[in-house]
């Protein structure tokens, strides 16, 4: 059974970081590309983060771009997003995701590409 599990998640002030850990189980995680999507209420999930499966191509959604960073280790089947200078407006429910991607190097930017999904974790970023 594929499980992507979310970790690291909670509460932190404004300014403050935030690590969040994604690991896999169930499938190799070095075979797929992976994503970090986030969700606030009444708003629609968004897109946060993306790596290629070698961890060697990276984006960010211009909201985040400059204060996060996506990275992986495949030793450890596992998917980090570290968070910086937080804002209340980053509080959400963070989603990590993995699509298929056959080793083409590529990023994914929307829902639809990723087969996989993790329960959420959520962070809240006080003012």
């Known amino acids: 059974q594929v499980q992507l599990v979310e970790s690291g998640g909670g509460l932190v002030q404004a300014g403050g970081s935030q690590r969040l850990s994604c690991a896999a189980s169930?499938?190799?995680?070095?075979?797929?590309?992976n994503g970090w999507f986030r969700q606030a209420p009444g708003k629609e999930r968004e897109f946060v983060a993306a790596?290629?499966?070698?961890?060697?191509?990276?984006d960010y959604a211009r909201s985040v771009k400059g204060r996060f960073t996506i990275s992986r280790d495949n030793a450890k089947n596992t998917v980090y997003l570290q968070m910086n200078s937080l804002k209340p407006e980053d509080t959400a429910v963070y989603y990590c995701?993995?699509?298929?991607?056959?080793?083409?190097?590529?990023?994914?930017?929307?829902?639809?590409?990723?087969?996989?999904w993790g329960q959420g974790t959520q962070v809240t970023v006080s003012s």
């Open positions: 995701a993995a699509a298929n991607t056959y080793y083409s190097g590529r990023v994914y930017y929307t829902s639809s590409d990723y087969v996989y």
């Open positions: 169930g499938l190799t995680l070095s075979r797929y590309a």
């Open positions: 790596i290629s499966w070698s961890g060697g191509n990276t």
